[in-house]
């Protein structure tokens, strides 16, 4: 079965640019996670979305961030415009139900230069 | 601030010995803890949780402690095996079905 695909797999770009980061959750599953990883915060949650509906985005750091889920099977995370503290490794997970184990995509790693 | 804390960040056990890691937790609230394993350039693996109603689960060479009056859990891993060897993150959910997540443990299993 395949697991949760996330695009790219790396990001480098300049600051100030549109960046969008995809990801397909595995079919079936009705609950979507976006998470960002960085050394000193460690996973953060950013916003989860419940048969294509935000449920709680209070981790989104600012209106920079948007996160759309236009389907059951795929949704994207933008930041416009970007900065280099936005550099980390964003993650996309997604369950089936919100209070079930998570499955992870590879990450993708995002260098805002 | 961080509810849920993993000390020790990295951990190097011979193999056939026993793993341990720790998690402990600000939390009372949370009801649900799970246990994931990364390797590097990879996104994280659910590997084992336990409820709050329970104080061990156990899979494989994988068990899990639950101490709630110490808002403390373990992970045991015995025997312990090369492919063993990777970041483990302790999670935690709470009643808004957020989980946090600890900064992880990198183990190291020396064959």
């Known amino acids: 079965d395949a697991g949760v695909i996330q695009s790219p797999r790396h990001e480098v770009t300049e600051m100030g640019q549109e960046v969008t980061l995809r990801c397909k959750p595995i079919s079936g599953h009705n609950s979507l996670f976006w998470y960002r990883q960085t050394m000193m915060r460690g996973l953060e949650l950013l916003i989860y979305f419940n048969n294509n509906v935000p449920i709680d985005d209070s981790g989104m750091p600012e209106d920079r961030f948007s996160a759309k889920m236009p389907n059951a099977s795929f949704s994207t995370l933008k930041i416009q415009p970007s900065e280099p503290r936005d550099s980390a490794v964003y993650f996309c997970a997604s369950s089936f139900g919100i209070g079930q184990p998570q499955h992870f995509g590879d990450g993708t790693r995002l260098s805002i230069l | 601030d961080q509810q849920v804390k993993q000390n020790s960040p990295s951990l190097s056990v011979q193999e056939g010995r026993i793993s341990i890691l720790n998690c402990d937790y600000t939390?009372?609230?949370?009801?649900?803890f799970l246990w994931y394993k990364k390797y590097p350039a990879e996104g994280p693996t659910f590997l084992i949780s336990i409820s709050s109603i329970k104080d061990k689960n156990e899979d494989g060479r994988f068990t899990v402690f639950l101490n709630k009056s110490a808002k403390h859990l373990s992970l045991h891993i015995v025997p312990s095996q090369p492919g063993d060897s990777a970041v483990y993150f302790c999670a935690a959910r709470g009643g808004n079905n957020r989980l946090a997540f600890g900064k992880g443990n990198q183990v190291v299993v020396i064959p």
């Open positions: 939390n009372s609230m949370f009801d649900y």
